[in-house]
Every structure is written in structure tokens, then in C-alpha cells.
């Protein structure tokens, strides 16, 4: 390395599925992160029921796709998955710093299936309402508010996901820099330093997500077992042509011009089919501004291979009348202009892969 240059690395963002993986490399130049290259594995893996065999067939995976899209680094970012993520918003008394992590374990425990002790915990402070509320308020008033308490987020995983997670990318040939939970990356990559309260729903192929975001933060998570595959099904019950035919005409089926579209543009073979996710984000935005006191999501970012279903913002949009779109994860990205097309295409399928890598960025 010469005396002047700084040897910029690059940075691997992998989301590292139950049966898929997708990846995008990064690379900070100047004061931006810049695309090298990115990948996936196409079709659905079936798993292995042991553990090892397991390990090797994802790591053999994670292999074969950095090769197939000459990924240039070894270090890489990668997401627990959702079901090993365990948070809370909670309360702690206002004590000192190196009183405070002792507090949060124990909160911890309260919601965490198993020992704390197994967990690994990380936590993040979050800006009071009641602190901002009493800004205008007398002097002794604000005292007696601010020193009382405060409002974390508290997020837990296993320590042995952690460990196995490390073991598969080693057994690949990368070194796991860090990981980071799903919620947080989406909210990187979509909503990046905007404040205000948003819904973010990640419509997946078997499973859907619903994130409310505040203050950048993910202070809400719930998941539901609805996505493309149910969609698919819907399509091939009406027009009889196999799973396989209709999962390809999906993505194109107005232009078939044997369906219906409602006054929105959403096909009408798929409204009770969408019916379960439209019941879920109306519960979801309910509970997070009455139990958790937060403030109703102004609009809903959409994200996930599915949320291109046609049309699905506009009536969702027209559902709830709010703002509804899919989100950019390349917004914060410099990326080729030749490039801008396909990425939007397979945008909704890579947020997650993307904010992972933007943490290196920061
Ligand atoms: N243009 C499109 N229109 C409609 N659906 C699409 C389109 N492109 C992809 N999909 C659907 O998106 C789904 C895959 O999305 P995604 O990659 O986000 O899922 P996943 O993360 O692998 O799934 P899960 O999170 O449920 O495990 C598939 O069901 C696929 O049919
Ligand atoms: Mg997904």
C-alpha cells in the first residue's frame, strides 16, 4: 500500500435465508457506497435435517453465488434470521451507564425464552415522547419527568445462532464481521434518517413482515405465513395451468387480459387472498399506538419480492388512505446508470442484503 492511499475494502452484505441467499457488495468511495456486485441463488433449497449437513450445503451455497458474481471481498455482514430475534421496547429507572446493562438483562429475561446468559443482547436508547412533551414545560416539571426513566429497545438472539452462523460463513471461506437483525437493515436501507413513524411490510415468498419504524428505529415486528406462493395458488385455482406456468405469469398477468382489475389496478383474483395482510397491518398499526403509545405509522413502505405484485401499493394505498410505496433500497447506493432498471426489479428482493452492507458505510 503506498504511504498516501487508503486501501478502501469492500463489504458483503449476505441475507442468508432457510433456503435462499442474496448478497450485494459494497464499496465506500469518497463519502459513498458504491455497487460491485451482488447475486442470489435461484429455486428454493431443501434442507437437510442434520445440523453439519446442513452448515455445508448453505455455506457450499454462499460459495457458488460469490464465485458466480466474482465477489471481491472475504468480509461480510449477515442478517439473523427472524425467528431467532427476540425485542422489546422497555423502561429502565435512569441510573448510571455501568448500572444500566445489568437492568436491561434482566428485562431481557422477562420476554427471552431461554437464559440470558445464552443470549447475546444489544440495545439502543429511545427518544422519549414524555422527555419531548415536557420540553415546554416548567423547569422542576421536566426534572421530575426526565430523571425518571427511560425507553430502550432491547434486541436478543441466541449466541448459538451467532456461533453457527460465524461456523457456515467460515466453512464458505469469509470472515463474519458482524451480524445484524433484519429489521435493522430494511430500516437502513429504506428509511435511512427519516423520523417519522412508518410501517414497513415485507411481503416475502411463504411469510410477510410488518416493521413500524420511529425515529429510525424498529420498535415493532410482527410476521404472518402469507406471500407469493399464496398468490400463485390464487392465480393457478382460477386459470388451471400449474404452479409453475402461474408463479411465471404472475408479475405479467394484466397483460394476459383474461383478469379483472378492481378501480386501483389490483387484479380481482387476489383480493381475498390479500384479505389476511390487510386485517394484519390495520392490527398492527392499532397496537403500536395504543399499547405501545407510538404514534400512527403517515405511510407504508412496501418491500419483498411480492410487494411487485401489480399494483399492490395503489391499493393498499386506496385501502387505507395513506401513502403506500415501494421502497428504493439502492436510494443511498451509487450504482451505474445502465444498471438503474434491472436493480429496480430486483430491488424489493435485496433491501435486506443492501442496508447490511450500508452499515460500513456509516
Ligand atoms: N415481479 C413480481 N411480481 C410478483 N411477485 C414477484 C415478482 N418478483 C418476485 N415475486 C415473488 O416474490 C417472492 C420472493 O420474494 P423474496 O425474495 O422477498 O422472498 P424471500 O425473502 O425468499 O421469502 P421469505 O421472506 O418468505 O422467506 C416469490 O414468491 C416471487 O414469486
Ligand atoms: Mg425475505
Same mark, same amino acid.
Given at each position: 500500500?503506498?504511504?498516501?492511499?487508503?486501501?478502501?475494502?469492500?463489504?458483503?452484505?449476505?441475507?442468508?435465508?432457510?433456503?435462499?441467499?442474496?448478497?450485494?457488495?459494497?464499496?465506500?468511495?469518497?463519502?459513498?457506497?458504491?455497487?460491485?456486485?451482488?447475486?442470489?441463488?435461484?429455486?428454493?433449497?431443501?434442507?437437510?435435517?442434520?445440523?453439519?449437513?446442513?452448515?455445508?450445503?448453505?455455506?457450499?451455497?454462499?460459495?457458488?453465488?460469490?464465485?458466480?458474481?466474482?465477489?471481491?471481498?472475504? @468480509?461480510?455482514?449477515? %442478517? #439473523?434470521? !427472524?425467528? *431467532? $430475534?427476540?425485542?422489546?421496547?422497555?423502561?429502565?429507572?435512569? &441510573?448510571?451507564?455501568?448500572?444500566?446493562?445489568?437492568?436491561?438483562?434482566?428485562?431481557?429475561?422477562?420476554?427471552?425464552?431461554?437464559?440470558?446468559?445464552?443470549?447475546?443482547?444489544?440495545?439502543?436508547?429511545?427518544?422519549?415522547?414524555?422527555?419531548?412533551?415536557?420540553?415546554?414545560?416548567?423547569?422542576?416539571?421536566?426534572?421530575?419527568?426526565?430523571?425518571?426513566?427511560?425507553?430502550?429497545?432491547?434486541?436478543?438472539?441466541?449466541?448459538?445462532?451467532?456461533?453457527?452462523?460465524?461456523?457456515?460463513?467460515?466453512?464458505?471461506?469469509?470472515?463474519?464481521?458482524?451480524?445484524?437483525?433484519?429489521?435493522?437493515?430494511?430500516?437502513?436501507?429504506?428509511?435511512? @434518517?427519516?423520523?417519522? %413513524? #412508518?410501517? !414497513?411490510? *415485507? $411481503?416475502?415468498?411463504?411469510?410477510?413482515?410488518?416493521?413500524? &419504524?420511529?425515529?429510525?428505529?424498529?420498535?415493532?415486528?410482527?410476521?404472518?405465513?402469507?406471500?407469493?406462493?399464496?398468490?400463485?395458488?390464487?392465480?393457478?385455482?382460477?386459470?388451471?395451468?400449474?404452479?409453475?406456468?402461474?408463479?411465471?405469469?404472475?408479475?405479467?398477468?394484466?397483460?394476459?387480459?383474461?383478469?379483472?382489475?378492481?378501480?386501483?389496478?389490483?387484479?380481482?383474483?387476489?383480493?381475498?387472498?390479500?384479505?389476511?395482510?390487510?386485517?394484519?397491518?390495520?392490527?398492527?398499526?392499532?397496537?403500536?399506538?395504543?399499547?405501545?403509545?407510538?404514534?400512527?405509522?403517515?405511510?407504508?413502505?412496501?418491500?419483498?419480492?411480492?410487494?411487485?405484485?401489480?399494483?399492490?401499493?395503489?391499493?393498499?394505498?386506496?385501502?387505507?388512505?395513506?401513502?403506500?410505496?415501494?421502497?428504493?433500497?439502492?436510494?443511498?447506493?451509487?450504482?451505474?446508470?445502465?444498471?438503474?432498471?434491472?436493480?429496480?426489479?430486483?430491488?424489493?428482493?435485496?433491501?435486506?442484503?443492501?442496508?447490511?452492507?450500508?452499515?460500513?458505510?456509516?
Amino acid at each position: 500500500m503506498g504511504l498516501f492511499s487508503k486501501k478502501e475494502e469492500s463489504i458483503l452484505g449476505v441475507d442468508l435465508g432457510a433456503s435462499s441467499v442474496k448478497m450485494v457488495e459494497l464499496k465506500k468511495e469518497k463519502h459513498q457506497m458504491h455497487l460491485v456486485t451482488y447475486g442470489f441463488s435461484s429455486g428454493e433449497l431443501k434442507m437437510p435435517d442434520d445440523d453439519l449437513e446442513q452448515r455445508n450445503l448453505q455455506a457450499a451455497l454462499i460459495k457458488k453465488v460469490a464465485q458466480g458474481s466474482k465477489v471481491k471481498t472475504k @468480509n461480510v455482514i449477515a %442478517s #439473523v434470521p !427472524l425467528s *431467532d $430475534v427476540f425485542s422489546a421496547v422497555v423502561r429502565i429507572p435512569n &441510573v448510571a451507564k455501568k448500572e444500566q446493562t445489568a437492568l436491561i438483562e434482566r428485562e431481557a429475561q422477562k420476554f427471552l425464552p431461554f437464559p440470558v446468559a445464552e443470549a447475546v443482547v444489544d440495545w439502543k436508547v429511545i427518544e422519549d415522547k414524555k422527555k419531548k412533551d415536557a420540553k415546554g414545560k416548567s423547569f422542576e416539571h421536566q426534572k421530575k419527568e426526565i430523571a425518571s426513566d427511560i425507553q430502550a429497545l432491547i434486541t436478543a438472539a441466541p449466541r448459538s445462532t451467532v456461533t453457527r452462523i460465524a461456523d457456515v460463513f467460515k466453512r464458505a471461506g469469509f470472515t463474519l464481521k458482524s451480524l445484524e437483525t433484519e429489521a435493522f437493515a430494511l430500516t437502513r436501507s429504506l428509511i435511512g @434518517n427519516d423520523p417519522t %413513524s #412508518v410501517l !414497513l411490510v *415485507d $411481503v416475502g415468498a411463504v411469510r410477510s413482515n410488518f416493521f413500524v &419504524v420511529e425515529n429510525t428505529l424498529p420498535v415493532m415486528h410482527r410476521s404472518m405465513q402469507l406471500g407469493g406462493v399464496n398468490f400463485t395458488q390464487a392465480l393457478d385455482n382460477v386459470l388451471k395451468v400449474g404452479l409453475e406456468k402461474a408463479e411465471q405469469m404472475k408479475s405479467d398477468i394484466m397483460s394476459t387480459g383474461a383478469i379483472e382489475a378492481d378501480e386501483t389496478g389490483f387484479p380481482k383474483i387476489f383480493q381475498q387472498t390479500i384479505q389476511p395482510l390487510i386485517n394484519e397491518i390495520r392490527y398492527t398499526m392499532n397496537l403500536y399506538t395504543t399499547q405501545q403509545g407510538g404514534t400512527h405509522p403517515e405511510r407504508i413502505v412496501l418491500t419483498g419480492g411480492s410487494s411487485l405484485l401489480p399494483h399492490l401499493d395503489a391499493f393498499l394505498s386506496h385501502t387505507f388512505n395513506m401513502k403506500v410505496f415501494v421502497g428504493d433500497p439502492w436510494a443511498r447506493t451509487w450504482y451505474p446508470e445502465n444498471l438503474r432498471p434491472a436493480l429496480y426489479e430486483i430491488g424489493t428482493r435485496f433491501a435486506v442484503s443492501v442496508g447490511l452492507a450500508l452499515r460500513e458505510g456509516q
